[in-house]
């Protein structure tokens, strides 16, 4: 099977060096360990190692050296539920948040080709609400203009 993601991680690692590049913020992926677990068919049978905290973490280079947390997700549909954010992640974000850092996630809406970046602040918000789901629509608050995530996040 095709990495979904890899669209997705390729314009995030394009728009991670524009940051370094321009002074903005250092961002860098986490490596996700796995462990191999037989060859099969055309390659091997693996499962990840462990829970990954996080898909990239890094610090922000406007003087303040904030912490930031992005976990990058992606859905072919037009309702992303938040049953895809596994509670290591939630707990993560929500801990980088309380410290004053930069915490949230990059949304890919695959068939409408929008980017969105959603704050862990008020995604946190609609946790503690109950609700579900966030249903994609046409949304100036989260959308992000090419690839500058951090725009929507830090504001």
Request: positive net charge.
């Amino acid at each position: 099977m095709a990495n979904r993601g890899a669209a997705l991680e390729e314009l995030l690692e394009w728009q991670h060096a524009r940051y370094a590049a321009f002074g903005v913020a250092l961002i860098h992926k986490l490596p996700t360990d796995w462990h191999v677990t037989r060859k099969v068919v055309g390659g091997w049978a693996a499962f990840p190692a462990r829970k990954s905290l996080v898909d990239y973490v890094g610090l922000l280079l406007d003087g303040t050296g904030r912490h930031i947390a992005v976990e990058a997700k992606e859905t072919a549909g037009d309702r992303w539920p938040f049953t895809s954010l596994p509670e290591h992640q939630r707990e993560y974000l929500d801990a980088v948040w309380r410290a004053g850092g930069v915490a949230g996630i990059v949304l890919r809406w695959a068939r409408h080709g929008v980017l969105w970046a959603l704050p862990w602040a008020e995604l946190a918000e609609w946790l503690r609400r109950g609700d579900r789901a966030v249903r994609y629509r046409a949304d100036r608050d989260h959308a992000v203009r090419g690839a500058d995530y951090l725009a929507v996040l830090v504001r």
